[in-house]
């Protein structure tokens, strides 16, 4: 009996403790400033995506035409929606990108959905928005080898093109209105109406008792700490193995991303990229800035042990994965699939 207590003692104990350490990782993030972008409206982290205004539909229709145009790339085998589909969660699927030619890209490619909501765009966070972002695919030898020139030049002897333009734009076809309007378009590309959004707006039957015991641990285990905002994330850098060193297992040890690093060049801003947005998480396989795991109860559980360092339970994951299953939203009024 005696035996059978200590045990219900040392159990208690063990739990109490670790939900010490868990209250820790939290408020260590919140002293941190993570939260900033936090929403506070719902009074949660998080707030709902709101509804897309399109008060520009020309120049959204021209950029959803320049946004699946192939014919811009050196071998016109390439447009943006080959690594950006809109029809399987806004990237191609891979661990990383194919471009013109067959060549391998060097990074995984992030979903372009909700992608305005982004406080930097690429991984590295190179490109202060969407604007600079298109000329990085448009020059890289990896992904459409192009120049503008060329570009421009097709536009200019496409007539449906140069109609559209005309319509849109009073100087015409140049390369900052080619830009706009792709921006345009991309920033059209919001899912708004997740489940989850449907439950942050009061609509308390939008999940189940297992999801919100997933969004609860989400919060307890610190998730929400970088995954936070409106869309989940997009909102700051983060290190990469902030408690034990990441194992680069698809780019190799030798062949490291060094993420914010490339661009600042200061040491502590190795392995620091911007955290994704968790928005639309379950389409979006492989996971990862190296796209080296394929599954969400995978990343979380790497994410567990890289990133907050402190012990979980299967089954405490696998309710957080039934929460990120929740964040699928809709684009043009159908749930993305």
Request: a positive charge; aromatic letters at 8%; charged letters at 20%.
């Amino acid at each position: 009996m005696r035996a059978v207590q200590t045990r219900k003692n040392k159990k208690r104990v063990a739990l109490k403790s670790r939900k010490l350490v868990l209250r820790m990782v939290l408020l260590v993030c919140l002293q941190a400033g993570s939260l900033a972008h936090a929403g506070s409206l719902y009074n949660e982290p998080i707030s709902p995506i709101p509804d897309p205004i399109n008060d520009k539909p020309a120049i959204t229709e021209l950029g959803n035409k320049l946004f699946h145009d192939a014919r811009f790339s050196s071998d016109k085998t390439i447009a943006c929606a080959s690594c950006h589909s809109l029809v399987s969660g806004g990237m191609d699927g891979k661990p990383v990108s194919i471009g013109v030619e067959s060549r391998q890209g060097n990074i995984n490619a992030p979903t372009v959905f909700n992608s305005s909501l982004n406080f930097k765009q690429f991984w590295d966070g190179r490109a202060a928005n969407l604007m600079e972002q298109i000329d990085g695919p448009i020059h890289s030898k990896h992904e459409m080898n192009s120049s503008w020139p060329a570009i421009v030049s097709i536009i200019q002897g496409d007539p449906s093109y140069q109609a559209m333009f005309t319509r849109s734009y009073s100087d015409g076809v140049t390369v900052n209105n080619i830009k706009h309007a792709i921006v345009t378009f991309e920033s059209s590309l919001l899912t708004p109406n997740s489940r989850f959004d449907q439950y942050l707006k009061g609509d308390k039957t939008a999940l189940s008792k297992d999801e919100v015991a997933g969004y609860e641990l989400f919060k307890v285990y610190g998730c929400v700490s970088c995954h936070q905002g409106v869309n989940i994330g997009g909102n700051l850098f983060q290190k990469l193995g902030i408690v034990h060193e990441y194992v680069f297992t698809q780019l190799g040890s030798n062949n490291r991303d060094l993420g914010r690093f490339n661009i600042t060049k200061k040491e502590e801003d190795k392995y620091f990229f911007k955290v994704p947005s968790l928005r639309n998480i379950a389409l979006t396989a492989p996971y990862l800035h190296d796209g080296s795991e394929q599954t969400l109860e995978g990343v979380v559980a790497k994410m567990m042990y890289y990133q907050l360092g402190v012990p979980s339970t299967k089954e405490d994951r696998t309710l957080i994965v039934k929460y990120l299953k929740t964040l699928t939203g809709e684009y043009n009024g159908k749930l993305l699939k």
